[in-house]
Structures are given as C-alpha cells and as structure tokens.
C-alpha cells in the first residue's frame, strides 16, 4: 500500500531524512517511535506529500506520487490525523465529517450525514454531531478527527502523534478508539506515537527511528523485549522504566 525508496528530506541545511526505504503491506498496522527530533513525522508527512521528499520515490497502491498526481492520489486513497484536531470551528462536528465528502467526492449529502453517524458511532460521539469543536474536550476532538478521517474512506490512515496535545486524562480514550479500529476496521495504519503500551498491543511491525534513520525494526515482542542496536536499546532503556 506505501513503499519509500530511497527518501530523502532536508529543510535547508539540516537533512531530516536520510536514505528511507520502507514498505507497508494491505491492512497492516505499522508504529514508527523514537526520540523527539528523529524524523517519524517527516517520514509520516512524505508518505501523503505533506512534505514533499527532496530525493527519493513514494508510492501508493504501487502509483508513484508526483507534485501534478498527488491531489487525486490522496484524496482518494490516503486520510491523515494530525497531533492538533484540526477541525473548522465555525461548522458543526456533521458538517466537519461531511464537508470532504460532499464536496471533494460528491456524495450526497444524506448517504454523507449517515456515513457520518455511521463512524460517529464508532468513535462513541454521536450525541455530538450538532455540537461546535469548542464545546467538546480535546479527546473528544480528536475522536471527531478520526471520524472525519473513516468518512474520507480511504484505506490509508495516518496518524502523527494523536495523542500528543492531549491531557493525560484523555489520551486513552483516543487510543481506546484506535484500538477498536485496529480490531474492527481492514485499514492501513501508520502511527507516529510516544505511547509504548499502544504499539506493543496493536502493530503488527515497529519501527524505531533516530538522527533520520531506520535503526530497527521488528514484531512489538522482538523490538521490546529483544531489541538487538545499542541505540534502540538505549532509547527503550529510558522510555520503558
């Protein structure tokens, strides 16, 4: 479904990414960490053309990415849940999760609203759906962004830290979400995270990141548990105390 090759990422003088090759497979859920400053979300931002790589190929369903292609290519295939929820504050959490549908994808608006229901179901808030973005906390926020996300359809989701600009008190109601989608839900996950207990439960792979590199990669037990670089072991050494 994502394939890097050979990604490169600098912003002026300081290279972000170095030499990138990664794959993830139809339906797996994939965990990037690593230290603050290491790359996981530039590596997460070039996977949709956020951030577009300075060297390098991306590809989505094996159809490289272009500056012209990127447009159609993500719209179509790719959603991305942000560490700030992003939601329009002057519109309604129904009309937040049917603004995209309605207009990008012309779908009508009650197959939209009840799509919108549909995944508001899921996510635990549709007593919600008449309410403003600043009347809800900021789990709750973050919980309409991934709605907003299912609504898109794709089969991609990424997720850049989700959990980041949340207060401990609410962090895990989002992961309890992601999780259910994990269980529930045949889409491609990539998650930027800090949270340790998540990716052991949910990923499929793990992959550890530092000074914009791959450092190691594996199943949650062979990374956590056995984990074989020094620097991998090191990183863990302090998260996991």
Do not use: W
């Not at 394939?3 to 912003?11: A, E, T």
């Not at 990138?20 to 931002?45: A, D, H, M």
């Not at 999760?97 to 009840?114: D, F, S």
């Amino acid at each position: 479904m994502i394939k890097l090759v050979n990604v490169n990422k600098s912003f002026g003088d300081l290279h972000v990414l170095k030499d990138i090759n990664l794959q993830v497979g139809e339906g797996e859920k994939l965990v990037i960490i690593g230290p603050s400053g290491s790359g996981k979300s530039t590596t997460v931002r070039c996977m949709n053309f956020l951030e577009e790589p300075t060297s390098g190929e991306v590809y989505i369903n094996g159809v490289q990415l272009t500056h012209k292609n990127k447009t159609e290519i993500i719209r179509s295939s790719v959603a991305m849940v942000f560490q700030q929820f992003n939601l329009y504050p002057h519109k309604t959490v129904l009309e937040n999760l049917t603004l995209a549908p309605i207009k990008l994808q012309k779908v009508p608006k009650a197959e939209a609203e009840e799509l919108a229901y549909k995944y508001l179901d899921i996510v635990g808030l549709r007593e919600k759906a008449k309410n403003y973005p600043a009347t809800l906390s900021g789990g709750q926020q973050q919980r309409v962004a991934i709605a907003r996300a299912l609504c898109s359809r794709a089969k991609i989701i990424l997720f850049d830290e989700p959990t980041s600009a949340l207060d401990p008190e609410t962090v895990q109601e989002v992961l309890d979400v992601m999780i259910r989608l994990v269980n529930e839900q045949n889409i491609t996950m990539v998650v930027v995270t800090h949270e340790m207990g998540f990716a052991r439960q949910v990923a499929d792979r793990v992959i550890f990141m530092d000074d914009g590199r791959i450092i190691e990669e594996g199943t949650p037990e062979q990374l956590f548990d056995h984990p074989k670089e020094e620097r991998t072991k090191a990183f863990l050494g302090k998260i996991l105390r």
